[in-house]
């Protein structure tokens, strides 16, 4: 089975912070993602990659960056953590043009 | 207009009917289709995938393309209280990367 492993369930961060939600997948899977969950709103993408040290801009990614170093983990960074970002935080990753296999998330409260 | 539509619900069906899920599209180049099912509280679970138009069978649920109009359901037959979740339509549009596009959802109560 696939495994996506976001490294923490519950997170709570004060205003200002620097952030690191950590992913990882098991699968060699070339394409990685990270979404934002809030009610109403759906899944919005924050970013993705389709490679080591490759990166494109979602549709939300002010305030956020990403890292991907090595194949199997992605990062994304809160430069400076605001309460607008709170928020669940879901990790996907997919092989090329299949589907997303996510993360069980990770919900931050910034305050 | 949003990239992918859904409507929002709640679709309130009772047990051991059957289920309509919709999802319009605008990109009219997209080419693969997803739903996914997410429980309160936790990540989403894929059910079922679809390329090409027409139907595709998977026990009690049944995914429909029509490209032209641009629209994929899904479609889940005797409905069970478990059933009860959000369904997302996500879409691919295609090119050289594999972004998936999401709805907002449509969640379904199902009634004992």
Redesign the interface.
């Known amino acids: 089975d696939v495994k996506v492993t976001q490294s923490s369930r519950y997170l709570v961060k004060r205003t200002g912070e620097k952030v690191f939600l950590e992913c990882v997948q098991d699968m060699d899977h ?2 990685m ?1 990270w ?1 934002r969950q809030d009610p ?4 919005r ?1 924050i970013y ?1 990659s ?1 490679d080591v040290k490759m990166k ?1 801009k ?1 549709d939300i990614p002010e305030g956020y960056s990403v890292s991907r170093e090595k194949k199997e983990r992605f990062s994304l960074i809160l430069e400076s953590a605001s309460t607008n970002q709170t928020s669940m935080y ?1 990790c ?1 990753s ?12 990770t919900r931050l409260t910034v305050v | 207009q949003k990239e992918v539509e859904q409507n ?1 619900g709640p679709l309130s069906v009772p047990e051991g009917a059957i289920a309509s899920l919709n999802c319009t599209y605008s990109d009219r180049g997209s ?2 289709f ?1 739903w996914y099912r997410q429980y309160s509280g ?5 059910i079922m ?1 679809i390329y090409s138009n027409g139907d595709k069978e998977d026990g009690r649920f049944t995914a429909q393309l029509n490209k032209a109009s641009q629209y994929v359901s899904l479609l889940i037959r005797d409905s069970q209280p478990s059933d009860s979740a959000t369904y ?1 339509c ?1 879409v ?1 549009p295609g090119g ?10 449509t969640l379904l109560a199902v009634q004992p």
């Not at chain 1, 109403?40 to 899944?43: A, D, F, K, R």
């Not at chain 2, 936790?42 to 894929?46: D, F, G, T, V, W």
């Open positions: 070339e394409n993602f979404y109403g709103l759906g899944l993408l993705f389709y494109e979602g879901l996907a997919s092989p090329l043009r299949t589907e997303a296999f996510f993360g069980q998330g | 929002s080419q693969s997803f936790k990540s989403p679970e894929l995938f997302l996500a691919n050289a990367t594999n972004k998936l596009i999401f709805g907002t959802g």
